[in-house]
């Protein structure tokens, strides 16, 4: 008996039902065309999109309020009996809003809700979670409803609830309709306000020498506070190559700010070349400096760093950012071994433009670290960039209160539109970094640093827990605190970027136009772009339409035909939705510590001057007595 063998493959299949495929491929072709026809024909019979997202946006710069939003598809396709007079269309959203007023007046009356709707009204229900309005759900938020309790009358001025990221993006949509392509013209439509203007101007302008002694004598006071502090000992290390002039404005401020949080020691590693500058900070009691240039470094120290670039196969020999990352690790490795024999706990790298901002309810930096579990081997802080608002600022620590946020700190809605709010020619939201700093334990087996944001060290028995079973070296990333960057917060930072970053042949090169020989000196595309606008003197325009959010700012957008730039309108309306949506914040805190410190600074120094004249009378009196005794008039 011979039994049948099949052998059912895909071209076999095809061979015996051609027509049949055929046949199915033209009726689904058919039924997709169809559907095609009907929603095209159902798009053209609908209003315009609108993102408004409340009646009562009103802003004179960006025009009248924007007219009531399109009921949503659905609606189209339920029968109501609720139907207008002159016709048998659907109940659309005017009649929707019809019935919802008198939902509210009978609210109102009853005292009682209603859960119920119009016979063969439903309420739909958006499959979106991003919490932006769209063509879908435009229509049925119910911009005239609002919660309403017995305590609160119909005319009650209490605002609704507001979506503020429909808000931002109905914004957003407005400026492109101004939208313009004459670089010209958005050159000079920016505003410059002055410090004067926003009521910002500083307490401490830095340009004060006299008072140097004083803050010195007020830091070693601090210090000698936190000597006493027992819980946690926390050390932070810096690198700098300010002269006399840039201690004073740079790193005085900074160590006050850092040792009133709590900080015990900070190891800076010095890369200049001012006598003056060492001198100065050789007087603060808790600080230590790691020399690698003469005169001030012995012949051990130079020949250490020597070995260490010439050890460093990743940056080492390369100049501009590269050879700063390279004295940074050694630096890093010094303070490591230094503040192991000085009893320190906590090692942190930051840079003197770096404020750390400790969110905890005793605002203590020491409180942050003393919190830590002991399995926790490293802890990474996330930055916040400062926000400059007017062009002229002399002290960033004070008149830098605008910070843009991080992406770990804010909501996916807020994070979909923060890159439709970068100014200028900015690539990110973020400008420099955004992968925060680090803080280490000082024991740890192996401690070191992995470039400037990172520590690494060796798996632990120490270090395990259900979740590491295995002991594994991991950064712990904190959610409340963060780093406040001062970055590029002046217009000098920018100017003055060709002449400390690269040697000189790179500005030779930016002149021409050799950007790929002017890349090899940089890590980060921001610090190139200000290099070469400082070297063919463009740095005043790149301050200001990449950095300064003022009135008539750029911003890159597009419409449906062309790309182009669209201007800031009502910049203080903007940065509310900026601040409501948390793209933004406002942190004063660092500010108020700084004038409650300069308020101490000044005291001191009026009390001295004082002491000082009260001693130069005595002086002069006793002078005239032994004039007379002598006879000399």
């Known amino acids: 008996m011979r039994i049948a063998r099949h052998n059912f493959t895909l071209s076999s299949i095809f061979r015996r039902h051609t027509r049949t495929i055929v046949f199915v491929g033209l009726f689904l072709q058919i039924l997709l065309v169809v559907r095609i026809l009907r929603a095209h024909r159902r798009d053209e019979r609908a209003p315009q999109e609108d993102y408004s997202p409340n009646s009562n946006f009103q802003t004179s710069d960006l025009g009248d309020p924007p007219p009531p939003p399109p009921p949503p598809k659905k609606f189209s396709r339920v029968p109501n009996p609720y139907q207008k007079r002159e016709g048998n269309r659907n109940c659309d959203c005017e009649c929707m809003n019809e019935w919802i007023d008198g939902e509210v007046d009978s609210i109102l009356k009853s005292g009682q809700f209603s859960e119920s709707l119009p016979q063969g009204v439903e309420w739909y229900e958006s499959t979106e979670d991003t919490g932006v309005l769209s063509e879908e759900t435009a229509g049925i938020r119910l911009r005239n409803a609002r919660l309403v309790d017995e305590d609160v009358k119909r005319d009650s001025s209490i605002p609704g609830v507001e979506d503020v990221y429909a808000q931002l993006k109905y914004y957003l949509i407005e400026i492109v309709r101004d939208m313009t392509t004459n670089m010209t013209y958005v050159k000079q439509a920016q505003h410059k306000p002055t410090s004067k203007e926003l009521g910002i101007e500083p307490w401490d302008d830095m340009e004060d020498m006299k008072s140097i002694p004083f803050r010195i004598k007020l830091i070693n006071e601090l210090a000698s506070r936190n000597r006493k502090n027992v819980e946690s000992k926390v050390c932070?290390?810096?690198?700098?190559?300010?002269?006399?002039?840039?201690?004073?404005?740079?790193?005085?401020?900074?160590?006050?700010?850092?040792?009133?949080?709590?900080?015990?020691?900070?190891?800076?590693?010095?890369?200049?070349?001012?006598?003056?500058?060492?001198?100065?900070?050789?007087?603060?009691?808790?600080?230590?400096?790691?020399?690698?240039?003469?005169?001030?470094?012995?012949?051990?120290?130079?020949?250490?760093?020597?070995?260490?670039?010439?050890?460093?196969?990743?940056?080492?020999?390369?100049?501009?950012?590269?050879?700063?990352?390279?004295?940074?690790?050694?630096?890093?490795?010094?303070?490591?071994?230094?503040?192991?024999?000085?009893?320190?706990?906590?090692?942190?790298?930051?840079?003197?433009?770096?404020?750390?901002?400790?969110?905890?309810?005793?605002?203590?930096?020491?409180?942050?670290?003393?919190?830590?579990?002991?399995?926790?081997?490293?802890?990474?802080?996330?930055?916040?960039?400062?926000?400059?608002?007017?062009?002229?600022?002399?002290?960033?620590?004070?008149?830098?209160?605008?910070?843009?946020?991080?992406?770990?700190?804010?909501?996916?809605?807020?994070?979909?539109?923060?890159?439709?709010?970068?100014?200028?020619?900015?690539?990110?939201?973020?400008?420099?970094?955004?992968?925060?700093?680090?803080?280490?334990?000082?024991?740890?087996?192996?401690?070191?640093?992995?470039?400037?944001?990172?520590?690494?060290?060796?798996?632990?028995?120490?270090?395990?827990?259900?979740?590491?079973?295995?002991?594994?070296?991991?950064?712990k990333v904190s959610n409340t605190s963060y780093l406040l960057h001062y970055a590029y917060s002046q217009l000098s930072d920018v100017e003055q970027k060709a002449h400390r970053s690269c040697p000189p042949e790179y500005?030779?090169?930016?002149?021409?136009?050799?950007?790929?020989?002017?890349?090899?000196?940089?890590?980060?595309?921001?610090?190139?772009?200000a290099f070469l606008a400082a070297s063919v003197g463009e740095h005043e325009d790149?301050?200001?339409?990449?950095?300064?959010?003022?009135?008539?700012?750029?911003?890159?957008?597009?419409?449906?035909?062309?790309?182009?730039?669209?201007?800031?309108?009502?910049?203080?309306?903007?940065?509310?939705?900026?601040?409501?949506?948390?793209?933004?914040?406002?942190?004063?805190?660092?500010?108020?510590?700084?004038?409650?410190?300069?308020?101490?600074?000044?005291?001191?120094m009026k009390t001295d001057s004082k002491q000082s004249e009260e001693n130069s009378i005595s002086k002069r009196g006793g002078l005239q007595v032994v004039c007379v005794l002598m006879g000399i008039h």
């Not at 009135?551 to 903007?574: D, M, P, Q, S």
């Open 236 to 475: 932070i290390y810096t690198t700098s190559a300010a002269g006399f002039m840039g201690v004073r404005k740079e790193l005085l401020p900074w160590i006050q700010y850092h040792t009133e949080m709590g900080i015990s020691h900070f190891y800076v590693l010095y890369d200049g070349s001012d006598a003056k500058a060492v001198e100065v900070l050789n007087g603060i009691d808790h600080l230590t400096l790691i020399h690698i240039h003469s005169p001030f470094a012995t012949p051990t120290d130079n020949a250490k760093f020597r070995v260490w670039t010439k050890l460093h196969k990743q940056w080492g020999g390369k100049p501009g950012n590269f050879e700063l990352m390279v004295k940074q690790g050694y630096g890093t490795r010094e303070a490591l071994n230094i503040s192991s024999v000085d009893g320190m706990e906590w090692l942190m790298h930051m840079d003197p433009d770096e404020f750390f901002y400790p969110d905890n309810p005793s605002f203590s930096l020491i409180t942050e670290f003393a919190k830590q579990p002991s399995y926790v081997s490293s802890v990474r802080f996330m930055n916040f960039e400062g926000q400059p608002e007017v062009g002229d600022i002399k002290n960033r620590f004070e008149q830098v209160t605008l910070f843009r946020a991080h992406k770990h700190f804010i909501t996916p809605e807020a994070y979909a539109l923060r890159n439709k709010c970068k100014l200028g020619d900015n690539k990110s939201f973020l400008v420099l970094y955004a992968n925060g700093k680090s803080a280490v334990r000082v024991d740890a087996e192996g401690a070191r640093q992995l470039g400037p944001h990172y520590f690494k060290g060796n798996d632990s028995e120490r270090w395990k827990t259900p979740e590491n079973p295995m002991g594994e070296w991991r950064d």
């Open 542 to 604: 790149f301050f200001f339409s990449r950095m300064v959010l003022s009135e008539g700012a750029r911003i890159k957008c597009r419409n449906a035909r062309t790309k182009g730039w669209c201007l800031v309108k009502n910049v203080e309306y903007f940065k509310a939705l900026l601040l409501k949506t948390g793209l933004i914040r406002r942190v004063r805190e660092p500010q108020q510590i700084l004038r409650s410190h300069e308020s101490i600074i000044r005291l001191m």
């Open 507 to 529: 500005v030779e090169a930016a002149i021409k136009g050799n950007k790929a020989k002017v890349q090899s000196c940089f890590v980060i595309d921001f610090d190139r772009d």
